[in-house]
């Protein structure tokens, strides 16, 4: 089953844009396949939850790349939400635009995702804190922890031509983003329900 962190903007946007109308589809869906009443009920409350919570996202900026001018606004960032993705960068350094372009690509993909960048001049504590010596340079926060960094290009092929998909495997590699269900999706319902019959179902968890 997919979750909010697998939703991309414009998923999340029409979702939200007609709640009773997703709903609607899942419960029809549902009954399509001929779930039992106790799990349609449960996969319902389940929508439920899963649209609050892209309404939370929404109204927090989820979705677009956004700079951080305020250091103490970046350290309540990544205290403050689960997944959190941070380019250190110089204005006047042309590879921190490019790695700009490639960032503003995935966070309309990761609607889960907090994607933001800040300048090495605003945040100079958090420079010295984790080494940053070398630009651009891309931190990862999970669950209010530093987890992972991406420094220059060494990882993506050691080529400013590197691709944008490059970069989204390589984050996809510390977990802060999760990449897309390989599923067909003329097997899933509405936010990535399995369409198999529960006695079909792997015991193995999702993602």
Wanted: charged residues 35%.
């Amino acid at each position: 089953m997919a979750d909010v962190e697998t939703v991309s903007k414009q998923q999340a946007e029409d979702l939200l844009d007609d709640e009773a109308l997703a709903e609607e589809k899942l419960f029809e869906e549902l009954e399509n396949e001929e779930v039992p009443a106790h799990i349609r009920e449960a996969r319902m409350l389940e929508l439920k939850d899963q649209l609050q919570q892209l309404n939370d996202h929404k109204l927090k900026g989820y979705g677009t790349y956004s700079e951080i001018t305020k250091e103490k606004d970046l350290l309540d960032l990544t205290v403050r939400e689960k997944n959190v993705i941070v380019h250190f960068f110089k204005s006047d350094f042309k590879l921190c635009t490019l790695v700009d372009s490639h960032l503003e690509v995935l966070a309309q993909k990761y609607f889960g995702t907090k994607f933001a960048k800040v300048s090495v001049d605003v945040a100079k504590f958090c420079v010295g804190k984790f080494g940053i010596k070398v630009l651009p340079a891309i931190l990862v926060f999970i669950d209010a922890m530093y987890k992972d960094r991406i420094i220059g290009f060494d990882e993506l092929g050691n080529d400013e031509n590197f691709t944008t998909e490059m970069l989204e495997r390589r984050l996809a590699k510390s977990g802060v983003i999760q990449l897309p269900d390989v599923q067909p999706q003329e097997n899933k319902t509405i936010l990535g329900y399995d369409r198999r019959k529960p006695d079909e179902e792997s015991d193995d968890d999702d993602y």
